[in-house]
Each structure stands twice: as structure tokens, then as C-alpha cells.
């Protein structure tokens, strides 16, 4: 215990205190290291942050080794300084040749700034993503169908990057997809991973069109190895299946000018007892928001 505490006394008061401090401030090179040092903690997260973060250290580690070999003159603040300084250097040529590895085609660049990164997704999560569709883009050529009804089987799902897609069933119109929207998320939905369905619903292209599919089995085995991927596309899939149903909304009308609202399938039966009843929202077949309510009469047929 002695030795302990004989220890940490000469830690502490072995050294002479500082009585006297310099008068003159330390050269332009010393002050330079130091705010480069404060500029680049300020780096983001990702690849450009990361590259951000490397390149200001790095030059603030240089500066600071150039400031102790001409004005210290003193060998290990140089050595450390330098050894830090190339570190951030090799770790700067790393991030960089990342980043140029995963570069993508010009359909799915504009595809990741539109989606994937307003939601904080990194280029490596995306590449799982691209590599998992073989990173192709298909057409569909104008007034060619992807599904038909009672006919096509739900074995992939689709992401529309460019033109329109006509939805219809039994020859009636539903609603139309637009692109950064699914084709087949309703379908997608109402299906467990070991099921099998076929489309209640004809998808037309009106106009020229290109989109990403991504095969089940394939989307499922990505799934299960990364769940984050899962979580996002389950997010992407509701939102999408909840826009289907609002366009579906738009569309219907209950007597005397009322807009049918899908939230409250049970409050205009009761307001206005005079109209058909409608039928209520969790009747409708799971996950298929396509399905026209019964009751309710389309404002554009």
C-alpha cells in the first residue's frame, strides 16, 4: 500500500509545476492543427462523413507534425503525430475505394436519393438490396400486362421506377401506380412466406414502364439474414398498401355527396340510415385493399 501511494505522489508531485507561462503564443501551424482538429469531430456518420471526418484529421495530425520538427524540436510529439496522421490516411484510401465500389446505374442512383436515402439507408445496406433484384431494371412495354387476374401467380415483388400502371378488376378501374410505388403489395401482404396466391387484380402498363422486382424466395432469404432490410420493407410495404387504400378512398362516394371514409366503415350506416349499408373494412379479403366496397358507388365510372 506504501509502495502505491509512493507511486502516485512521484506521479503527481515529481514534476514541477508550471510557475512561469509563456508569453509568446505558439506559431500559425500549431493553431491551424488545432482548429482543423475542431472542424473535423464536427464530421457526420456514412461514407462521406467518414471521409470527411479522415481528411481534416489527417491534416490536422500533419500540421501538428510539422509544428513539433520546426518549432518543439521534439522527436516523439513528431513521431506520434505522423503515425496518427498516416493512420487517418490509409483509413481515408479505404473509405474511398468503398465508396467507388458501390456505384450504381443511373435508374437505381436516382432510386436510392428519391427513397432509400431520405430514410438514412447507407449505400452498403442498398447494395444488399440491388444485388439482391441482380441489379435490373425491367420494361414493360405500353399496354402490356404485368398481372392478370385469376391468372399470374404472386411470386415476386415489383417497385415501379418509371411510367404508369392501370389497375383493374373484373374490367372495372381501381386506381393507377405511380412510380416509387409497389406493384404488388397487396398481394405481397396477404400472403405468408410459404404460401401461394394469384393475383385478384389486372395490372396494365398505360404507359411505357421500367421497374425492380425482386423474386420471393430470394427477398425472403435476405430477409432473414439481415432483419433490419425486413423492418424497412415492411415499413415500405404498409406505407404503400395504405396509399393504395387512400387512392381507393378518393374514389367512393356514399348518397348525397358524402365521401366515404375507410376509417369509419361503420359511421355513415348509422348517420344516414336511408343508404345501403356499406360493408364494413374487415370484411374485405386481408391485405388486398384493391377490392371495390360493396355499397358504395365509383365517382369515375
Keep these: 500500500m506504501g509502495e502505491n501511494a509512493s507511486f502516485w505522489e512521484s506521479l503527481i508531485y515529481a514534476h514541477p509545476t508550471c510557475t512561469t507561462w509563456k508569453q509568446e503564443a505558439e506559431g500559425s ?5 488545432s482548429i482543423l482538429f475542431v472542424v473535423g469531430f464536427m464530421g457526420g456518420s456514412g461514407f462521406f462523413g467518414l471521409l470527411y471526418v479522415f481528411s481534416l484529421l489527417g491534416l490536422g495530425f500533419l500540421c501538428s507534425s510539422v509544428w513539433a520538427w520546426l518549432d518543439v524540436c521534439a522527436a516523439d510529439i513528431f513521431s506520434w503525430n505522423f503515425i496518427l496522421f498516416a493512420i487517418c490516411f490509409v483509413q481515408f484510401i479505404y473509405v474511398t475505394y468503398q465508396v467507388r465500389s458501390v456505384s450504381f446505374d443511373k435508374e437505381f442512383q436516382e432510386l436510392y436519393s428519391a427513397l432509400f436515402q431520405p430514410l438514412g439507408i447507407s449505400l452498403t445496406v442498398y447494395r444488399k438490396i440491388v444485388l439482391c433484384c441482380d441489379a435490373e431494371v425491367v420494361t414493360l412495354e405500353k399496354e ?9 401467380p404472386i411470386d415476386k415483388l ?8 392501370r389497375v383493374t378488376v ?9 412510380p416509387l410505388q409497389f406493384l404488388d403489395s397487396p398481394e405481397w401482404d ?3 412466406p410459404t404460401e401461394e396466391g394469384i393475383f385478384q387484380v389486372t395490372l396494365t402498363a398505360e404507359t411505357d414502364c421500367r421497374y425492380v422486382a425482386w423474386r420471393r424466395k430470394k427477398l425472403y432469404l435476405l ?7 425486413s423492418r424497412l420493407f415492411s415499413i415500405l410495404i404498409g406505407s404503400d398498401i395504405a396509399e393504395k387504400l387512400y387512392a381507393l378512398n378518393d374514389r367512393v362516394h356514399v348518397g348525397k ?5 375507410i376509417r369509419l366503415p361503420n359511421f355513415y350506416h348509422v348517420s344516414l340510415p336511408e ?9 374485405l379479403q386481408r391485405g388486398s385493399p384493391r377490392r371495390k366496397p360493396v355499397g358504395v358507388t365509383n365517382c369515375g365510372s
Design 190 to 192: 396477404s400472403l405468408r
Design 29 to 33: 501551424i500549431y493553431h491551424l492543427a
Design 223 to 229: 430477409f432473414a439474414k439481415h432483419r433490419f432490410i
Design 275 to 283: 343508404t345501403p349499408p356499406v360493408q364494413p373494412s374487415h370484411h
Design 144 to 152: 402490356h400486362c404485368y398481372a392478370m387476374q385469376g391468372k399470374t
Design 170 to 178: 373484373d374490367g372495372e378501374f381501381l386506381h393507377y401506380i405511380f
Design 158 to 165: 415489383s417497385l415501379l421506377v418509371s411510367g404508369r400502371i
Design 257 to 261: 355527396g358524402f365521401r366515404y371514409d
